[in-house]
């Protein structure tokens, strides 16, 4: 989306409403108060994933198939391109095993209590 939006080729209607929807996502105001249980976060559940659709219903097909492959593009390359190493790996798993030991231990000494 935030390609199509800069694209030359998307009409201004386009740019408009889907500056709208971002505004909409990320403002603290709602139409209904996230203080309210449940429905106040149904309305950004629905009227965000809704204003997307409509968003990029509006913007041509050919543009927004032509930016779709410039992201995955995108993403491709920054996913080759990423460092890679095996140490951090291993002090991650072995911190992980640590803290499920220390656990486990915990959890199977309190019940034998």
């Not at 249980?37 to 990029?56: E, T």
């Not at 992201?71 to 640590?98: F, M, Y």
Request: include cysteine; charge should be positive; hydrophobic fraction near 60%.
């Amino acid at each position: 989306m935030y390609l199509a939006c800069r694209d030359a080729r998307t009409p201004w209607y386009a740019k408009a409403f889907a500056a709208l929807v971002v505004g909409y996502a990320f403002s603290p105001i709602d139409l209904i108060p996230d203080v309210i249980p449940i429905i106040g976060h149904l309305d950004d559940v629905i009227l965000v994933p809704l204003g997307v659709w409509i968003a990029a219903r509006m913007i041509p097909p050919e543009v927004l198939a032509d930016c779709r492959a410039r992201a995955a593009e995108h993403q491709l390359t920054k996913l080759l391109n990423k460092p890679r190493s095996r140490w951090a790996v291993a002090v991650i798993i072995v911190i992980w095993v640590a803290v499920a030991a220390i656990l486990s231990y915990w959890l199977i000494g309190y019940s034998l209590q």
